[in-house]
């Protein structure tokens, strides 16, 4: 057969076995891609969890050196929960970002990608093919966006006419021929919705993000936070929604076809102190399955005391104190501190100056510290 031929017969496996969107692209180097991760990484932007070797972000034959073709994938996923349990005086509750909703996208993807692969080669048993998602080498929206998945939106997300944002995305290299798509023209015209609501200012300009100042980034790293993001991170645990949810083009889109992804939603909306004594296990057993635990347990319960101070939930100060004074992580003991000294009260003085005799570590010495006079500066104050 020729390639149209095999082209059309991809784009109906990928149809049958429930890939929303296909595209097809050149394996030619992504070169106007190069020189804007140049300047991301000159202007200080990178999140450290990308690719280091911009080469091997941006030239596909590093990863198959045979490639000729691109095949991107796209599969939508649900941006609205059936009746999500509400926080209540006492039982405050977190949030999972909607990629983390349901079985983790990764494996998900693979599986369609694998199907996809194995259907290609019962076609052509010669074909060279890498597929990944995510964590491979090359751009996945770089590559959707040229093989007219979406265009790249001002958010820096794929956003196409059928589906919004609400897609993950994944792309198969192959040394096959394929005949290429058209990008999507971009569809986002004078809007800039997401970019005035950026909780921290990430979005620097259209298409640029700072991503060491974007919440879905901050809410995965491990330390210390600065002040400054704790305070806007509000009772997000894992990942930020903010700038798809406002932008016009996902209005009224939910998507509920794929049930892997269906959330459960006292995992994705779950009481904050329950994650607080829960044991690596217990997490793993939990959560496990979903994207938003690949981290672990830490920056979720870190995130979760953030969260109890953002409520101001007295309820949590005991079990806030015991980890102040007994949690053998830093970071935990510090940030309980610090959501202590935000809730307030004498029952927290006295435990943060208990807790300041007795700490060791420089930096949970210093949060105490902050803690105390942040309590003690309205009573001094005239």
Same mark, same amino acid.
């Given at each position: 057969m020729n390639a149209m031929e095999l082209k059309q017969k991809l784009i109906e496996k990928a149809n049958e076995i429930g890939i929303d969107k296909i595209g097809f692209t050149t394996a030619d180097p992504f070169v106007e891609l190069k020189q804007k991760l140049v300047q991301h990484r000159e202007s200080g932007y990178e999140s450290g969890f990308e690719e280091q070797d911009l080469n091997l972000r941006t030239i596909p034959t590093l990863t198959l050196p045979e490639a000729q073709s691109i095949i991107a994938i796209a599969i939508a996923y649900p941006s609205k929960m059936s009746n999500p349990p509400r926080s209540e005086l006492g039982a405050y509750?977190?949030?999972?970002?909607?990629?983390?909703?349901?079985?983790?996208?990764h494996d998900v993807l693979r599986d369609k990608l694998a199907q996809l692969e194995a259907y290609l080669l019962?076609?052509?048993?010669?074909?060279?093919?890498?597929?990944?998602?995510?964590?491979?080498?090359?751009?996945?929206r770089a590559v959707a966006e040229r093989a007219g998945i979406g265009w790249?939106?001002?958010?820096?997300?794929?956003?196409?006419?059928?589906?919004?944002?609400w897609i993950y995305l994944g792309e198969m290299i192959t040394d096959l021929y394929l005949p290429p798509d058209e990008p999507v023209l971009d569809g986002c015209g004078d809007c800039t919705l997401c970019l005035d609501v950026c909780p921290t200012g990430a979005l620097v300009e259209p298409g640029q993000l700072d991503s060491t100042k974007c919440i879905a980034f901050l809410?995965?790293?491990?330390?210390?936070?600065?002040?400054?993001?704790?305070?806007?991170?509000?009772?997000?645990?894992?990942?930020?929604?903010?700038?798809?949810?406002?932008?016009?083009?996902?209005?009224? +889109?939910?998507?509920?076809?794929?049930a892997e992804f269906e959330p459960d939603p006292e995992l994705v909306k779950p009481l904050l102190q329950?994650?607080?004594?829960?044991?690596?296990?217990?997490?793993?057993?939990?959560?496990?399955?979903m994207s938003g635990s =690949?981290?672990?347990k830490k920056p979720i319960q870190r995130n979760a005391i953030i969260a109890l101070a953002h409520f101001k939930d007295?309820?949590?100060?005991?079990?806030?104190?015991?980890?102040?004074?007994?949690?053998? +992580?830093?970071?935990?003991?510090?940030?309980?501190? =610090?959501a202590l000294s935000k809730i307030g009260g004498a029952e927290v003085e006295e435990a943060l100056n208990q807790a300041f005799h007795e700490e060791q570590d420089k930096e949970?010495? +210093?949060?105490?510290?902050?803690?105390?006079? +942040?309590i003690q500066k309205p009573a001094t104050s005239t």
């Open positions: 509750r977190g949030i999972f970002a909607r990629a983390s909703w349901g079985q983790d996208y019962e076609l052509v048993p010669t074909a060279r093919i890498q597929s990944m998602v995510d964590t491979g080498a090359l751009s996945d790249s939106a001002k958010n820096t997300s794929i956003l196409t006419e059928e589906f919004g944002s809410t995965q790293t491990k330390g210390f936070m600065d002040e400054f993001y704790r305070e806007k991170i509000g009772n997000r645990l894992y990942g930020c929604d903010t700038c798809q949810t406002v932008c016009p083009k996902n209005r009224k +889109r939910n998507f509920t076809h794929h329950p994650l607080l004594t829960m044991s690596n296990r217990e997490f793993k057993e939990k959560y496990g399955y =690949w981290r672990g007295q309820s949590a100060i005991p079990l806030l104190k015991n980890l102040l004074g007994q949690d053998p +992580r830093p970071v935990i003991r510090g940030m309980s501190a =610090w949970v010495l +210093r949060e105490i510290s902050f803690g105390l006079e +942040r």
